[in-house]
């Protein structure tokens, strides 16, 4: 089955300090999408990106659709400490047994230390 | 508030009991997941049920099982209860079929 290999597994940074955090597969995805879970809550969706190349914003954040459609990474600018949470990636299967299966990556646990 | 409601919201039980989880996903969405979330944060995809058919299956325990009402709502039921069934359980709806979801709050489950 297809999986994605999301990196890093956690951040401890200082408020103010930019982030990145990216995910990989072997499989190609036709959508990829980040989504943010804050402690005591479900995961609530940031981004969702469509098209291979495609460079979306969403205030202070940033994320890609990467030109061979099996990576992504999402950028979040001048962290402040209310961005605390779990960061999750997410594809939808392209090809074969995967054709619109949403697989989620593992997770990137943020701090941020004000 | 994402739309979709679940409960309980907290449920703790003992080993070899059986619980059911209720979801009643957003206004017009037709599709329905289930997913685990345990201590090591991942979310592991269960099941997808589609307008009261089921349309994919993930790492769903034979012990578990699910099902999607005429009116949409979903109910998990999870039985004979081990420990490591303790987690938090997610539901999430979507209109379409593009991934995006929108998740309820979870449901806690306890297991002593």
């Avoid at chain 1, 089955?1 to 955090?21: K, R």
């Avoid at chain 1, 914003?57 to 990474?73: C, H, M, P, V, W």
């Avoid at chain 2, 009261?52 to 790492?59: H, I």
């Amino acid at each position: 089955g297809q999986q994605l290999n999301q990196s890093p597994q956690s951040m401890f940074i200082q408020e103010g300090e930019d982030v990145s955090m990216n995910c990989t597969s072997s499989s190609i995805f036709n959508t990829w999408l980040w989504y943010k879970q804050e402690p005591g809550e479900g995961p609530v969706l940031l981004i969702a990106l469509y098209k291979a190349g495609e460079l979306t914003s969403n205030g202070r954040l940033t994320a890609q659709f990467g030109i061979t459609r099996k990576d992504s990474f999402l950028n979040i600018s001048a962290s402040i400490p209310s961005d605390v949470g779990i960061y999750f990636c997410a594809g939808l299967g392209a090809g074969g047994t995967s054709y619109g299966k949403l697989t989620f990556g593992q997770g990137t646990i943020l701090t941020v230390h004000p | 508030d994402s739309g979709v409601t679940q409960t309980p919201k907290h449920l703790i039980t003992a080993t070899g009991q059986r619980v059911t989880l209720r979801c009643s996903p957003r206004s017009g969405d037709l599709s329905v997941y289930w997913y685990q979330q345990s201590l090591d944060q991942g979310l592991q995809f269960l099941i997808q049920y589609y307008n009261g058919e089921e349309r994919a299956k993930g790492n769903i325990l034979e012990r578990f099982s699910a099902q999607q009402f005429p009116d949409l709502h979903s109910e998990l039921n999870l039985s004979s209860l081990e420990l490591g069934d303790s987690a938090l359980y997610f539901c999430a709806s979507t209109r379409g079929a593009t991934g995006e979801l929108f998740f309820g709050e979870g449901s806690r489950l306890t297991v002593l």
